[in-house]
């Protein structure tokens, strides 16, 4: 399975990008997928993602801002940012075949990440 993300950029406060993932290979239509991000000197951080019975999560941090979206037919998945911040800056990963709720949540494959750099 290959995991590629990509839209990452640079954008003034307040823009908009809009992120892709695309999953290939040995894939399932139905595999949960999801998107965190590492800022620099920080943990990862979930960010948005599916469930496997469909239903979506997406954290407070970017609640309203954040928009995640997918193509199942063509594993692909999206997320469309706006109103961006400057604290949004980090590199932004795409998990597949994503299991569990919560705590137990967790992902098998990771693409390399597209990095995002919200600055004026």
């Known amino acids: 399975v290959q995991v590629v993300e990509s839209g990452g950029g640079l954008v003034q406060p307040g823009g908009s990008l809009r992120l892709s993932c695309a999953a290939s290979g040995f894939t399932s239509s139905t595999s949960a997928m999801s998107w965190a991000r590492q800022a620099p000197g920080k943990g990862l951080e979930w960010v948005s993602g599916f469930y496997t019975d469909g239903s979506t999560y997406t954290a407070d941090s970017v609640k309203g801002r954040f928009t995640i979206s997918r193509d199942s037919a063509k594993n692909t998945m999206y997320l469309q940012m706006n109103s961006l911040k400057p604290e949004d800056t980090a590199v932004y990963y795409c998990?597949?075949?994503?299991?569990?709720?919560?705590?137990?949540?967790?992902?098998?494959?990771w693409g390399q990440g597209t990095q995002v750099t919200v600055s004026s």
């Open positions: 998990g597949y075949l994503c299991s569990g709720y919560g705590a137990t949540y967790v992902c098998d494959y």
